[in-house]
């Protein structure tokens, strides 16, 4: 049972540069979403989704782009990248919008 | 909007002690989850306990009990017989369950605690 799987689990960018953060899950979990997780302020919601083709801003939305256009998918693109975008993103997903999420491993992101 | 708030950065304890990890969390709303996450090196975030807000009666799991007290809004963890493989990064966590509202589906997170424990 995969659970939330996210890849890559590492990644080095220059400033500038686009990439995408990749998360499925196979729980067949309706509600979906990416937080950021920076030293002595815990994880902050970035972006979330309660279903296919539904996507809404969180706390700390700016310089990210999400889509869910499948219940499985749910990727991150950071769309021009910045030094301020280092950090570990999770991305973790729950069957209803109440009761616990679950996380995957985590991705760290560092931007030179 | 939420707030959770964990006051203590670090914590230690020694093998086989008892540790209590504070949380406190700011809500207008009456019915809602509360989670304690355990987040060791391995970055990996664990669900150790959740509670209903509704619910009058503790959670507990195994080693792991919580104080609730919904009218101070404290939501503290009491780790018993501690181990060395408890060391690890505690959130608090917050998840309201009125539908509608903006925060609906949010998890809100305190800002962590370290544990240590010393054998």
């Known amino acids: 049972n995969a659970g939330v799987t996210q890849t890559p689990k590492f990644q080095v960018l220059k400033t500038g540069q686009s990439m995408t953060l990749q998360c499925a899950q196979d729980?067949?979990?309706?509600?979906m979403s990416w937080y950021r997780q920076d030293p002595g302020m815990g994880l902050r919601l970035i972006h979330y989704?309660?279903?296919?083709?539904?996507?809404d801003q969180g706390e700390v939305p700016n310089g990210y782009n999400v889509s869910r256009s499948t219940t499985e998918d749910f990727p991150l693109r950071l769309l021009s990248a910045a030094p301020s975008q280092t950090s570990v993103y999770f991305c973790a997903s729950s069957y209803s919008l109440v009761g616990e999420l679950f996380f995957g491993e985590g991705s760290r992101l560092t931007v030179l | 909007a939420q707030t959770v708030t964990q006051s203590q950065p670090e914590m230690s304890v020694q093998e086989a002690e008892t540790v209590t990890l504070s949380c406190t969390y700011d809500?207008?709303?009456?019915?809602?989850?509360l989670f304690w996450y355990k987040q060791p090196p391995s970055r990996q975030m664990i669900l150790v306990i959740r509670q209903e807000a509704y619910k009058q009666q503790n959670a507990t799991e195994n080693r792991f009990s919580v104080n609730f007290q919904k009218a101070a809004k404290s939501f503290s963890l009491k780790i018993s017989d501690s181990q060395l493989g408890d060391a690890a990064m505690y959130f608090c966590a917050y998840r309201t369950s009125n539908a509608g509202g903006t925060s609906y589906g949010k998890l809100t997170f305190g800002q962590g605690t370290i544990l240590t424990v010393h054998p």
């Open positions: 989704s309660v279903g296919a083709g539904i996507t």
């Open positions: 809500t207008s709303e009456s019915d809602y989850y």
């Open positions: 729980m067949n979990h309706e509600y």
